[in-house]
């Protein structure tokens, strides 16, 4: 029997649809589920006829498949990837690759790259974006590892891969857990993103007053638009057309506002910090959806506090045109934050990281492709180490143009008690960032004071510091009277 091209282990949707995007690449798959009735189901219901072989056990699975062995697992992150690893590993022949496309934190991708290539074996960690349909017709693929194991995938990722007008959306990220770490900056983007676009729908429900049909018209808009263009705004247009059948009312507004969440935007806040970089519009996404599950709290608070019993006086579609820029001023600060900790996470861990090339591959297939991806991947093309993308000229110019709107949002959304905290956060982002002296003089001052930690002073050179006795120069303030 001839040997398949490609084996995937795990049958969920994510799975099943690889599997099933490979074969329809050209390539022959062979597949393996834990429990083989799955296996069955999807052979009866989705692979007949398609050049996709079943296995019972995972030895015959092994066995089925062509060397150098390409493996993708896609199953839990976590101790199920290490127990499918450790039974693997007796199986294999050296130079056979294991894929673990799901999404695994980077560190555990660390580990588990050193460990398989130190046995011959090569491992690459492979973010994948797009969901059911971009697994099945074309997702982002952001594989990290050695080139070496890339390079042997490369014939089959980049057919899989969402082609763009620049090529396919995948791309060898860097070594080790690069691609792992990539994917999880895209989740937190991602939730940057969501969040800005469910506080312009608060905005423009609650204060514009715009019913499901005006919501869906206006996202549609702005969906046709160069700065707006996006999957997230395409599908949230489309939310907006749907009825529910039992109560007739649009079916988003039947649906609990209480918004779960699987850990990788929280991972990318946890990440920020531990590097010391700024990332507030993405925290506050995360910050949002935990404020969000206090659904029960929520419920009896609102009937004991009460908030500004102020309406809205203006034009609501001069407002949906100041909402517009608020939400496209906002998402430049969320990307930018993204940006820059992939940047800072290239230093770091010594990934080498291209960032226009990973705006690139985010262009198609993933959730968060726009099309201000293209104007992101040129400014790093202009300037490759481009520290943060407010800089970039068109960047920097919108955001001088829109700022007045952006402001004004913000305001109204204050004096009528609309809480807006990833907006907040972005705008709080770019004026922190535009100015060249910010008030934690005072906090330094502070921290000398109570803990000697010393502090540097603006008319010496930096790295040189300084403490001061802050009680005994009180005593001494008051002894010779002095209120200065």
Same mark, same amino acid.
């Given at each position: 029997m001839a040997q398949q091209n490609f084996g995937v282990i795990g049958l969920a949707v994510m799975g099943e649809n690889l599997a099933l995007n490979v074969e329809s690449r050209g390539f022959s798959v062979s597949v393996f589920n834990r429990t083989y009735a799955k296996t069955?189901?999807?052979?009866?219901?989705?692979?007949?006829?398609? #050049?996709?072989i079943a296995t019972q056990t995972l030895q015959e699975f092994v066995e089925s498949l062509e060397r150098p062995r390409r493996i993708l697992v896609m199953v839990q992150a976590g101790k199920p990837v290490d127990a499918v690893i450790q039974q693997l590993k007796p199986m294999l022949d050296p130079e056979d690759m294991i894929i673990d496309g799901g999404n695994s934190l980077y560190e555990d991708t660390e580990r588990?790259?050193?460990?398989?290539?130190?046995? *011959?074996?090569?491992?690459? *960690?492979?973010?994948?974006?797009?969901?059911?349909?971009?697994?099945?017709? *074309?997702?982002?693929?952001?594989?990290g590892g050695t080139q070496t194991a890339y390079g042997k995938l490369e014939p089959i990722l980049t057919k899989i891969a969402a082609q763009v007008d620049d090529g396919p959306c995948v791309t060898f990220i860097g070594p080790g857990g690069a691609g792992h770490y990539v994917k999880m900056v895209h989740n937190g983007i991602e939730y940057g993103d969501m969040q800005l676009i469910a506080e312009a729908y608060d905005l423009l429900k609650n204060v514009?007053?715009?019913n499901g049909e005006q919501l869906h018209e206006v996202f549609a808009e702005w969906n046709t638009t160069d700065e707006l263009n996006s999957f997230l705004i395409e599908i949230t247009a489309n939310i907006f057309k749907f009825t529910d059948p039992d109560t007739k009312q649009p079916l988003v507004e039947v649906i609990m506002d209480s918004a779960g969440q699987k850990g990788t935007g929280r991972w990318t806040v946890v990440s920020a910090l531990d590097m010391g970089v700024s990332i507030p519009t993405i925290t506050?996404?995360? #910050?949002?959806?935990?404020?969000?599950? !206090?659904?029960?709290?929520?419920?009896?608070?609102?009937?004991?506090?009460?908030?500004?019993?102020?309406? !809205?006086?203006?034009?609501?579609?001069?407002?949906?045109g100041k909402i517009r820029d608020a939400l496209y001023c906002s998402k430049i600060c969320s990307y930018a934050q993204g940006m820059a900790l992939l940047s800072a996470a290239s230093k770091s861990f010594n990934y080498e990281l291209a960032l226009s090339e990973i705006a690139r591959i985010w262009k198609g297939g993933c959730i968060?492709?726009? *099309?201000?991806?293209?104007?992101?991947?040129?400014?790093?093309?202009?300037?490759?180490?481009?520290?943060?993308?407010?800089?970039?000229?068109?960047?920097?110019?919108?955001?001088?143009?829109?700022?007045?709107a952006w402001r004004e949002v913000l305001a109204t959304a204050s004096t009528l008690g609309i809480a807006v905290p990833a907006f907040s956060a972005s705008l709080d982002y770019f004026d922190s960032y535009r100015r060249d002296r910010l008030p934690q003089n005072l906090t330094q001052a502070q921290r000398d004071y109570f803990g000697a930690h010393t502090y540097e002073r603006t008319d010496k050179p930096r790295g040189e510091f300084f403490h001061t006795e802050w009680t005994q120069a009180s005593k001494d303030s008051i002894q010779t009277g002095s209120t200065d």
């Amino acid at each position: 029997m001839a040997q398949q091209n490609f084996g995937v282990i795990g049958l969920a949707v994510m799975g099943e649809n690889l599997a099933l995007n490979v074969e329809s690449r050209g390539f022959s798959v062979s597949v393996f589920n834990r429990t083989y009735a799955k296996t069955e189901e999807f052979m009866a219901k989705r692979a007949q006829g398609k #050049n996709i072989i079943a296995t019972q056990t995972l030895q015959e699975f092994v066995e089925s498949l062509e060397r150098p062995r390409r493996i993708l697992v896609m199953v839990q992150a976590g101790k199920p990837v290490d127990a499918v690893i450790q039974q693997l590993k007796p199986m294999l022949d050296p130079e056979d690759m294991i894929i673990d496309g799901g999404n695994s934190l980077y560190e555990d991708t660390e580990r588990r790259t050193k460990e398989l290539e130190a046995t *011959g074996l090569g491992f690459v *960690g492979m973010g994948i974006s797009g969901g059911e349909e971009g697994a099945l017709n *074309g997702a982002s693929l952001m594989p990290g590892g050695t080139q070496t194991a890339y390079g042997k995938l490369e014939p089959i990722l980049t057919k899989i891969a969402a082609q763009v007008d620049d090529g396919p959306c995948v791309t060898f990220i860097g070594p080790g857990g690069a691609g792992h770490y990539v994917k999880m900056v895209h989740n937190g983007i991602e939730y940057g993103d969501m969040q800005l676009i469910a506080e312009a729908y608060d905005l423009l429900k609650n204060v514009a007053g715009l019913n499901g049909e005006q919501l869906h018209e206006v996202f549609a808009e702005w969906n046709t638009t160069d700065e707006l263009n996006s999957f997230l705004i395409e599908i949230t247009a489309n939310i907006f057309k749907f009825t529910d059948p039992d109560t007739k009312q649009p079916l988003v507004e039947v649906i609990m506002d209480s918004a779960g969440q699987k850990g990788t935007g929280r991972w990318t806040v946890v990440s920020a910090l531990d590097m010391g970089v700024s990332i507030p519009t993405i925290t506050a996404a995360v #910050n949002a959806r935990i404020m969000s599950s !206090y659904k029960d709290e929520r419920i009896k608070a609102s009937s004991v506090l009460s908030g500004p019993s102020a309406k !809205y006086e203006g034009d609501p579609k001069e407002l949906v045109g100041k909402i517009r820029d608020a939400l496209y001023c906002s998402k430049i600060c969320s990307y930018a934050q993204g940006m820059a900790l992939l940047s800072a996470a290239s230093k770091s861990f010594n990934y080498e990281l291209a960032l226009s090339e990973i705006a690139r591959i985010w262009k198609g297939g993933c959730i968060i492709r726009a *099309g201000f991806l293209d104007k992101i991947k040129k400014a790093f093309n202009d300037d490759a180490k481009l520290p943060n993308l407010l800089l970039a000229p068109e960047f920097k110019q919108t955001i001088l143009d829109r700022q007045v709107a952006w402001r004004e949002v913000l305001a109204t959304a204050s004096t009528l008690g609309i809480a807006v905290p990833a907006f907040s956060a972005s705008l709080d982002y770019f004026d922190s960032y535009r100015r060249d002296r910010l008030p934690q003089n005072l906090t330094q001052a502070q921290r000398d004071y109570f803990g000697a930690h010393t502090y540097e002073r603006t008319d010496k050179p930096r790295g040189e510091f300084f403490h001061t006795e802050w009680t005994q120069a009180s005593k001494d303030s008051i002894q010779t009277g002095s209120t200065d």
